[in-house]
């Protein structure tokens, strides 16, 4: 049995609450909401937080809905709610995707949306989506709220914008009407972080693409995402060639490391294979095949 | 041979003799009242936990315990010094800092000089509780001066390469074993390189070379290793709770070990929690809670958590297998011949009989006919934990049997022949058997074509080749492996076989008491097996006492006979020897009492399940219990026959039993990604006679699970630093059902000619034959691309690289 260090536990009532709660522990006290990546980094004494402050109960944080024309899910949602959520499956059917193949159903039972955006693994699946969605997410401070677009929210690997004194609320995204969407992973094992995953939608309007965000996780790409791909296939027709071509622009841009997961080489191949498997599946769904 | 009669049924509805039943067991085991070592909680006891080295190769310039003493909670911090200062009463070594491993080398208790791999044990702390002891571990400081680590095997014997076993006057990485040699040998080293230089001078005849790699493995049991010691300083009794597959074995270790004398030493091993060979040998924790307790005057716990289980206990494998076959043209083999270079870790802790030190890699010759082999291996040290033949292998057999359908698979890709045909012409013939081979083993019996050739009907082998033709045409990408395995299990033949000295016979005790109910002692230890059903089952075959009316009773030195433990498939072959050896001996008894009690010679008596009857006159007949009432009581027994109906036996084996199979595996590789589907599976198994079908099928769907995790995923690499990558369930990947395909099982049944039951064993069979089926599958898919072999495990990223040309060194860190 792996024995976390002595750490004390404070249950949040509120929100608000919680942010009196992480003044009065201190710098080392650490939110808790899944655990499912908190809870083993303590068992194996790599973090050790001075106080965990548990925000299951936050039915505030809790949700999926529709906002206007943003869909805005809690930062307790879990993954399970998401793989659910009749809202995502409409507008995103790359969500359904992506978290069909996040880790195993009782993480997914437990595991939040919230959680997995802050804990900024360099491989996480919804990463990948919300930068290819150009999602927003609100931080809470004692001081009010501030929204940082997906792409400004990390830092580097394990980085955030969340701060000391601060807490995820909610994430945002646009609704794209028409848009299609699509995940690829590669992981070898079910329920494995990814060797490398592709997150993209695509809108196809009059037989161009007036609309498309990539998204690329595990593999080193900046912010998650893929810019000048995305720009190369805006206004231009949705062909094999043009597909092709924003993927190996894509995989261009990536950085990927070479870990037990694979070599770099092969990773940037899979950035490439994945991308472009991803654009083919999302364009053909915009296009109402 | 008894093996398929239908036995007849008992009153609660278990087959009295051979037959599918619910394992006895499950009842608690699905209850949740299983007993664990770590459910064994004693009043007073406290916890340990072990400080493990950081480094792969360091000195240990100093220790200081002083912050973690003073911590509260703390009982006492013991290190390799004070293990030093502790004289060992007689017998190997000096004193406790070193014990001997199973192969006759030494290993480090806890360090004193250096450290030999990362992981290693360091120190003890002994707290009231297991929180406090693991906190207490991060307040001990150690100061350490690295040193350059050989985690590359094949740079061990570099001249210049750092020297590991220095404490031993060693000045290279060379293993001696303990008849004095550094590399091991079997088969005709002349005859065979002889075949093969005519071979490659004939025209005729073809000579493929391939490296073929074994990786690492970890037998990563569901229960890690523990062991809870008490060493009552009254009487001097030490007893000791411990997860071990061989509690009779390990009890004379401890004797030997701590110079405790045998008789005041009771070994426990309560429910255990999987073993595949990880709980064999016996490990520093164990003993760090031995010297606790005597330390302490407490019973001391030890549990070893899931990283230190995978770090430090005994690995699997670690082969690299330079192999080379000839053959004719038409598909005849010539010869074989291996050249091994053996990973050993940093102690030379393989578990395996004294003169087998590369245990049964003998087998390497395979089902096939030929006259010349010869193998070679080389074992090394590297600062790697030691251990080794662990994880459901024979002994090696493992390594032996994916080398051979390996390397057969490359001579059918080189003759450009079909590789179920090649097999089917180089099989060995059923006339041929007792067949012995090139090495000297001599297999008991098979129907090998016959069992493949049932597999081939049931993969419907023929459709398959036409839809992989099609398939390729249109540049998908589906393969075809075959992997057809022999094993030689059921260790041993005293004669032949011993570990540390002790012969490997297994001893057992039948109590049968006046109500006709029945307790049977084992020598061997269940790990998850089914003992308790499948060996009630084999007495009840003997007797007709039915299997719900006889407990089966291990794992507890103190009520069972002795005998060397459950591992390499020996439990059946052995210990189900001395089951059906001991209620025939418990049978012929009752004959004499029956005889008595029905006035008549016992030569007019015959047998049928569970009575003696008088030849002619069936309604004059005493049924077992009847007989064990009877023996019992006060009836006058004839001369010489003493009361009572027990018997023991002590099972000395002929022979290894051999069973053997055809698998046959079917999947889809996506060569954009690498990614491998196993769409199939086919097993058929021949382990002889089936006791219970049901837990047969159990442990082949276990093994072939497991197959596909060492083929697939499964690996524990280094780094240049001497960092484990396999520390942990997220780096070290285990299959899960969605990687498993619906198991589709076949049978056919050759009894072993020299087990009474003509049973074989089969626990690991579907291990040793999987992984080479799924390879073999993999790269026939991809073999358009010009792949003729790549290492385990095939990830997708080690496909797709095999598929570049530009395969990866699966045993290093990934570059």
């Known amino acids: 049995m792996q024995t976390p260090a002595p750490v004390d536990y404070a249950r949040a009532t509120s929100v608000d609450h919680a942010l009196q709660l992480l003044d ?7 939110v808790i909401a899944g655990g499912h990546s908190l809870i083993p980094m303590m068992r194996l004494r790599i973090a050790s937080p001075t106080t965990l402050i548990d925000l299951n109960d936050l039915d505030e944080l809790k949700g999926i809905r529709v906002e206007g024309n ?49 804990q900024a693994d360099p491989s996480e699946d919804l990463s990948a989506v919300g930068s290819a969605l150009r999602g927003t997410v ?24 969340v701060a000391d004194g601060e807490i995820l609320t909610e994430v945002r995204f646009p609704i794209r009407p028409g848009a299609g969407s699509a995940y690829e992973k590669v992981e070898r094992r079910v329920g494995d972080w990814p060797v490398a995953s592709a997150g993209v939608f695509v809108v196809v309007k009059d037989g161009v693409v007036s609309d498309c965000g990539i998204g690329l996780t595990a593999v080193g790409a900046e912010h998650f995402s893929a810019p000048e791909a995305e720009e190369f296939l805006i206004g231009k027709a949705p062909t094999e060639d043009n597909l092709a071509e924003a993927a190996k622009i894509a995989a261009d841009s990536c950085n990927p490391i070479s870990d037990q997961r694979g070599p770099a080489d092969y990773k940037k191949h899979l950035a490439q294979e994945l991308t472009l498997r991803a654009l083919r599946r999302a364009s053909a769904a915009s296009q109402g095949a | 041979m008894t093996a398929v009669e239908e036995a007849p049924v008992s009153a609660a509805g278990n087959p009295i003799g051979f037959g599918s039943m619910k394992r006895k067991e499950d009842q608690r085991f699905v209850r949740g009242q299983g007993n664990y070592v770590d459910d064994v909680n004693l009043p007073g006891m406290l916890h340990g936990a072990i400080l493990r080295s950081p480094h792969a190769h360091a000195k240990i310039l100093s220790i200081d315990t002083s912050r973690a003493e003073a911590h509260p909670g703390v009982v006492a911090v013991i290190t390799g010094k004070i293990l030093e200062g502790i004289p060992r009463p007689e017998l190997l070594g000096d004193n406790f800092a070193w014990m001997p491993t199973l192969s006759y080398d030494t290993q480090a208790v806890l360090a004193t000089d250096k450290v030999r791999f990362q992981g290693q044990e360091v120190a003890f702390v002994i707290a009231t509780d297991r929180y406090t002891a693991k906190d207490a571990l991060e307040l001990i400081d150690v100061d350490y001066e690295p040193l350059p680590a050989v985690m590359d095997a094949k740079k061990a014997m570099d001249s210049g390469a750092p020297v590991i076993r ?82 009779h074995a390990h009890r004379t270790v401890y004797a030997m070990v701590a110079g405790l004398p045998e008789h005041k030493i009771r070994i426990i091993s309560p429910d255990v929690g999987g073993g595949f060979g990880n709980k064999v040998g016996v490990y520093p924790g164990y003993v760090l809670s031995v010297v606790g307790s005597i330390v302490t005057g407490k019973p001391v716990k030890w549990m070893e958590d899931r990283s230190e289980n995978l770090m430090s206990t005994s690995f699997a494998r670690d082969y690299h297998m330079a192999g080379t076959i000839a053959a004719t043209k038409d598909g005849q083999i010539l010869a074989v011949d291996v050249d091994v270079l053996a990973d050993h870790g940093a102690f030379n802790g393989v578990a395996q009989p004294t003169k087998f030190p590369a245990g049964f890699f003998h087998i390497f010759t395979g089902s096939y006919d030929y006259p010349h082999a010869h193998c070679k291996v080389t074992p090394v040290y590297t600062n790697k934990a030691p251990g080794g033949v662990a994880y459901a292998c024979s002994f090696r057999i493992t390594e032996a049997a994916y080398f051979i359908e390996r390397l057969v698979d490359c001579l059918a890709a080189e003759l450009g022949m079909d590789p179920a045909e090649l097999r089917l012409k180089n099989l060995i013939k059923p006339e041929q058997f007792p067949y012995e081979t090139p090495t000297g083993w001599v297999y008991d019996s098979g129907q090998y074509e016959k069992t493949m050739r049932l597999a081939m009907e049931m993969v419907g082998y023929d459709e398959l080749r036409k839809e992989q033709a099609e398939k390729r045409a249109r540049g998908e990408y589906m393969g075809i492996g075959i992997s057809f395995f022999t094993e030689g299990v059921g260790a041993g033949p005293r004669k032949d076989m011993d570990i540390l000295g002790l012969g490997m016979a297994d001893g057992i005790e039948l109590r049968v008491h006046p109500t006709g109910k029945a307790q049977l002692r084992l020598s061997v230890q269940t790990q998850g097996q089914g003992h308790e059903t499948t060996y009630a089952q084999i007495v009840a075959h003997e007797l007709g006492i039915p299997p719900e009316d006889i407990e089966v009773i291990h794992g507890d030195t103190d009520n069972t006979p002795f005998g060397l433990g459950t591992y390499g498939s020996r439990s059946t072959p052995v210990s189900g020897a001395a089951a059906a050896v001991v209620s025939r001996k418990v049978r012929d008894k009752a004959r004499l009492i029956a005889a008595a009690a029905l006035e008549c010679s016992p030569d007019d008596l015959e047998w049928s399940l569970g009575k003696w009857s008088v030849k002619g006159d069936p309604d004059r007949a005493k049924t077992i219990q009847e007989i064990a009432l009877l023996s019992h009581g ?4 004839p001369e010489g026959v003493e009361g009572h109906l027990d018997a023991t036996a002590v099972y000395n084996p002929p022979n290894l039993t051999y069973p053997y199979g055809c698998y046959i595996c079917v999947v889809d590789v996506d060569p954009g990604t690498g990614q491998v589907k196993i769409r199939r599976f086919v097993a ?63 049978e056919t049944v050759t009894p072993s000619p020299h087990h009474p039951i003509g049973a074989k064993g089969v626990g690991e069979s579907a291990t040793v034959g999987s992984p080479a089926a799924v390879v073999n599958a993999v790269i026939d898919a991809i073999s358009p691309f010009g792949v003729r072999h790549a290492d385990m495990p095939l990830t997708p990223a080690n496909v797709w690289r095999a598929i570049q040309g530009n395969p990866v060194r699966v045993d290093m860190a990934v570059e």
Not at chain 2, 205 to 229: K, N, W
Not at chain 2, 634 to 637: D, F, G, M, V
Not at chain 2, 694 to 720: C, N, P, R, S, T
Not at chain 2, 723 to 730: E, K, R
Request: aromatic share 6%; proline share 6%; hydrophobic share 35%.
């Open chain 2, 684 to 746: 058929v198994d021949d382990c002889g006679t089936r006791i219970n079908p049901m837990i047969v099928e159990g442990q082949v769907h276990g093994g072939l699970a497991d197959g596909v995790g060492m083929a697939l995923m499964e690996l524990i690499a280094f780094d240049e630093d001497g960092n484990c990558l396999g520390g942990s369930f997220m780096d070290y990947l285990l299959p899960t059902a969605m990687e498993c395909p619906d198991w589709e099982l076949g």
């Open chain 2, 634 to 637: 006060s009836l006058e027994l």
């Open chain 1, 138 to 161: 609100v931080i809470r401070s004692k001081s009010g709220s501030r929204t940082v677009p997906i792409r400004e929210f990390h830092f580097g690997p394990y980085m955030t914008q």
């Open chain 2, 166 to 247: 220095d404490d031993k006057g060693q000045t290279d990485n060379s293993i001696t074993d303990v008849m004095g040699n550094k590399f091991w040998e079997s088969g005709n080293a002349i005859g065979t390189q002889e075949a093969i230089e005519k071979a490659k001078a004939d025209p005729n005849c073809v000579v493929v070379t391939q490296d073929i790699m074994y990786p690492r493995v970890h037998p990563a049991p569901m229960e890690t290793c523990g062991s809870v010691a008490y060493l009552d300083p009254v009487s001097g009794q030490l007893t000791l709770w411990t997860t071990s597959q061989a509690p």
């Open chain 1, 24 to 30: 009065q522990h201190g710098e080392d006290a650490r």
């Open chain 1, 70 to 118: 943003e869909i805005v899910i809690g930062a307790m949602a879990r993954h399970a709610e998401v793989l659910d959520s009749p809202i995502l499956a409409e507008h995103y059917p790359v969500f359904r995707e992506a978290e069909k193949l996040i880790a195993d159903p009782v993480v997914r039972n437990r595991g939040t949306v919230g959680g997995s955006m802050c």
